[in-house]
């Protein structure tokens, strides 16, 4: 990065509300249904017909708007925002322009242990668009409008980032929030959750903005680093070679990383917005409010620094533990499960759950290994009925199967030798068997002593107690 330059950016996120029917319809939200099988006379926008505001929808906002500790408007107006577009058959958006249901509030971010406070300008409801195909249909464009008048809430930031770092940072923190409030199921592959960057770069030490472009659309955390990456260095050329950047809407080219111009950026003075006189104005009530308050669950910060001090958990392992509340609901209930082994649950829960959940593709919510099951095992590793080794492998057996831990180790005679007379047995065959090792090992020769661990553990097919092991080889070898 160039040092006598510094980045400014701010997000407006789109987060699709995941209330069943549309916010102004009873038309289905359910994505993936055959083309236009999702769209009434209300999104169709034919004439005569009434919008009327999805409740749920309402409820969601606020929401969030309490979650980030904004100011909920007591009054807000839902507006029209004029444009022609193919994908938008009333000729105009409903969304909210000067009086939006959310905000000011904020959301708090960590970059390289750096803390840090985004400011949020406001959040606002309106109706997504639908769909334009251009793939489908050989020189002709199709239009889905199954996607036309679902929910949106527009998260909007203040110009507050200075990295493309912490954009990323801000725009996963939301992500989280609205998956943890449960109003947004996040999936970004689906479009329910994209953003638009703007982005604008300065001299550093000048305090007045540069002028920005806005990146529109992107759908991936990774895009929204690259797209704000390329963006900054394209800005600093532009600049640097005598030019100015103009003020535009750019599309970022994933397979070329590369942003591109779209068209001039339009004012607000262009879209027309005027509120919808077929809409009422939105009153929220503080018993709405507090009704709202009452159904918030802990919030993510709140989880992650409880799991610090309740479970004595690190930065990083709570973070794990935290990112999802559905992978915190599992932690906390396999330690239920397994009868308070915190520490033993995390180390698998981060190590051997999560991984194979990560190579099998799956998420927590559809881990085959239930946290009932998983808890058992981790009983029969608490009370020594399991070596370390032989657990992983009933983990395997469970991952495969739907039977219990303790079926598996019976069924596969996997208890863990302890009985030390059983034990003894074998080493003093062992020691017999092999005199030449034994002769090395008391001449001096320590690093024998794994050739004896190694023998016992083949003879018991890794099923001794490697301490009990460990205990009675070194006695029986010093003669
Ligand atoms: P519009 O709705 O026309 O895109 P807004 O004024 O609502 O414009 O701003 C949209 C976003 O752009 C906000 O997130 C804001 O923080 C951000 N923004 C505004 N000015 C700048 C700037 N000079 N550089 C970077 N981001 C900016
Ligand atoms: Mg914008």
């Known amino acids: 990065m160039n040092a006598a330059w510094e980045t400014v950016i701010g997000l407006e996120i789109h987060a699709q509300l995941a209330t069943k029917s549309k916010i102004f319809s009873g038309a289905a939200t359910a994505y993936g249904a055959a083309p236009n099988t999702q769209a009434c006379s209300v999104d169709l926008g034919l004439p005569g017909v009434l919008p009327v505001l999805n409740r749920e929808a309402v409820r969601m906002a606020v929401k969030f708007g309490l979650a980030i500790d904004a100011a909920i408007g007591p009054y807000s107006v839902f507006a029209r925002k004029n444009y022609f577009y193919p994908d938008l058959p009333k000729g105009y958006q409903i969304?909210?322009?000067?009086?939006p249901i959310v905000g000011p509030g904020h959301v708090d971010i960590e970059v390289d242990g750096v803390k840090k406070r985004i400011g949020v300008t406001r959040a606002h409801l309106e109706e997504d668009a639908g769909k334009s195909l251009h793939e489908d249909f050989h020189g002709l464009t199709g239009i889905d409008l199954n996607r036309a008048g679902t929910p949106l809430l527009e998260i909007v930031s203040e110009p507050d980032m200075r990295s493309a770092d912490e954009a990323v940072a801000y725009m996963r923190k939301v992500h989280e929030l609205v998956r943890y409030l449960e109003i947004c199921d996040g999936n970004m592959q689906e479009g329910s959750f994209r953003c638009d960057a703007n982005v604008s770069v300065r001299p550093r030490g000048q305090a007045e903005f540069g002028t920005r472009a806005e990146i529109k659309n992107i759908n991936s955390f990774k895009f929204v680093e690259k797209a704000i990456n390329y963006e900054i260095e394209r800005q600093i050329e532009v600049i640097e070679s005598g030019g100015k950047v103009v003020q535009e809407t750019r599309l970022y080219d994933s397979m070329k990383d590369e942003t591109r111009s779209m068209r001039g950026k339009e004012e607000a003075n262009d879209?027309?917005?005027?509120?919808?006189?077929?809409?009422?104005?939105?009153?929220?009530?503080?018993?709405?409010?507090?009704?709202?308050?009452?159904?918030?669950?802990?919030?993510?910060?709140?989880k992650k620094q409880r799991?610090?001090?309740?479970?004595?958990?690190?930065?990083?392992?709570?973070?794990?533990?935290?990112?999802?509340?559905?992978?915190?609901?599992?932690?906390?209930?396999?330690?239920?499960?397994?009868?308070?082994?915190?520490?033993?649950?995390?180390?698998?829960?981060?190590g051997d759950l999560l991984g194979a959940l990560n190579k099998a593709g799956l998420d927590i919510s559809r881990s085959p290994v239930d946290y009932e099951r998983l808890g058992g095992l981790?009983?029969?590793?608490?009370?020594?009925?399991?070596?370390?080794?032989?657990?992983?492998?009933?983990?395997?057996?469970?991952?495969?199967?739907?039977?219990?831990?303790?079926?598996?180790?019976?069924?596969?005679?996997?208890?863990?030798?302890?009985?030390?007379?059983?034990?003894?047995?074998?080493?003093?065959?062992?020691?017999?068997?092999?005199?030449?090792?034994?002769?090395?090992?008391?001449?001096?020769?320590?690093?024998?002593?794994?050739?004896?661990?190694?023998?016992?553990?083949?003879?018991?097919?890794?099923?001794?107690?490697?301490?009990?092991?460990?205990?009675?080889?070194?006695?029986?070898?010093?003669?």
């Open 95 to 99: 969304s909210q322009f000067e009086l």
């Open 271 to 302: 879209y027309r917005y005027f509120p919808d006189p077929d809409l009422l104005p939105v009153v929220i009530e503080e018993a709405f409010k507090e009704e709202v308050k009452a159904m918030l669950p802990e919030l993510p910060d709140a």
């Open 307 to 350: 799991f610090k001090t309740h479970y004595g958990q690190d930065d990083e392992t709570a973070a794990t533990l935290t990112a999802s509340r559905q992978l915190a609901d599992y932690y906390e209930a396999l330690v239920k499960a397994s009868g308070g082994e915190a520490k033993l649950a995390c180390n698998w829960v981060t």
């Open 378 to 479: 981790l009983k029969r590793i608490a009370d020594n009925t399991l070596s370390g080794k032989i657990a992983k492998r009933v983990f395997e057996a469970l991952w495969q199967s739907p039977d219990t831990a303790d079926a598996i180790i019976e069924r596969e005679g996997l208890k863990q030798i302890t009985d030390s007379g059983a034990i003894e047995a074998i080493i003093d065959k062992i020691i017999a068997d092999n005199a030449g090792q034994v002769e090395q090992y008391r001449s001096g020769k320590d690093k024998v002593f794994g050739f004896f661990v190694g023998q016992v553990m083949k003879a018991t097919q890794g099923q001794a107690s490697p301490g009990e092991v460990n205990k009675l080889l070194k006695a029986k070898l010093k003669g």
